[in-house]
C-alpha cells in the first residue's frame, strides 16, 4: 500500500488558485500516476504526476499531464467528464463506509460523489459543495474536441475539507486515497493509477486499493 505525507503549507493560507498553481510550479515534489494495472487490454501510458499539499482549509492538488490526444466535450460540472482528458482523485475517511470521488476534464470541469461504491448510494455533491471546488487549468475553460498531437497541461485544484464533511480544526491523522489518469472516451482509452488496483477489468471504485495520506 502506497503512502504519502501531506505537509501543511501556509503560504496557500487564503490565495486565489492561479497563486496555488504558480507555487507548485515552483515548490514541492511530484509523485506519478504510473501503474499501468491492465497492460494487455490498455496499454497505452500518457505521463501524469501530481504535487499535493495542504493549506488550513483545504487539500490542493497540482496535476501535470503529458499524452497523445486531448479532449473537453464535458462544459457542465457532473457531466461525464471520465470521457474526455480526465484526472481524478479519490478520498475516504478511515472507518467511514462511504468515499468520496472527484473527477476532472482538462479543463477543470468536476463530477463528484459521495458513494458506498461505483454503483450503490451515489449522492453527486451538490451545486453548492461543487462550486466551492477552485480549479485553474493551462488550457482554459473552454470545450473542445479531440485534438491529435503530444500535448502538455496542468490542472490544479482546490477541495476544501468541509466539501468531504471534515472541520479543518479537527484533521483526522489520515485519509484513504488514489489518484487515477483517463480518458473513457478518447481515441487511445487509458486507466492509471497512483496505487495499484486488483481488479481483473478497469474499474478505480476499489478503496480496498487505496493508499494512505499523513496530514
Not at 78 to 97: M, R, T, Y
Not at 110 to 134: G, M, N, Y
Amino acid at each position: 500500500m502506497k503512502s504519502l505525507h501531506i505537509g501543511y503549507e501556509p503560504r496557500l493560507d487564503n490565495v486565489e488558485i492561479g497563486a496555488a498553481a504558480d507555487f507548485f510550479r515552483l515548490n514541492g515534489v511530484f509523485e506519478y500516476v504510473d501503474m499501468l494495472n491492465w497492460p494487455v487490454q490498455f496499454p497505452y501510458k500518457p505521463s501524469c504526476r501530481f504535487k499535493i499539499a495542504r493549506s488550513a482549509q483545504s487539500l490542493i492538488i497540482y496535476f501535470n499531464v503529458v499524452e497523445n490526444n486531448i479532449r473537453a466535450l464535458c462544459d457542465h460540472d457532473q457531466d461525464s467528464v471520465e470521457e474526455d482528458s480526465c484526472v481524478a482523485l479519490f478520498l475516504k475517511i478511515p472507518g467511514e463506509k462511504n468515499y468520496f470521488s472527484f473527477e476532472f476534464n482538462c479543463i477543470g470541469v468536476c463530477r463528484a460523489a459521495e458513494r458506498e461504491s461505483k454503483e450503490a448510494h451515489v449522492r453527486f455533491l451538490s451545486t453548492l459543495r461543487l462550486d466551492s471546488i477552485k480549479r485553474i487549468s493551462t488550457l482554459g475553460n473552454s470545450a473542445f474536441t479531440e485534438k491529435n498531437g503530444n500535448f502538455g497541461w496542468n490542472l490544479t485544484v482546490e477541495i476544501p475539507f468541509s466539501v468531504i464533511d471534515i472541520a479543518f480544526n479537527d484533521l483526522p491523522k489520515t485519509l484513504l486515497a488514489n489518484f487515477y489518469k483517463c480518458g473513457d472516451g478518447t481515441i487511445t482509452p487509458h486507466y492509471l493509477s497512483w496505487s495499484h488496483i486488483l481488479a481483473d477489468q478497469p474499474d478505480f471504485h476499489q478503496p480496498g486499493s487505496f493508499g494512505v495520506l499523513t496530514l
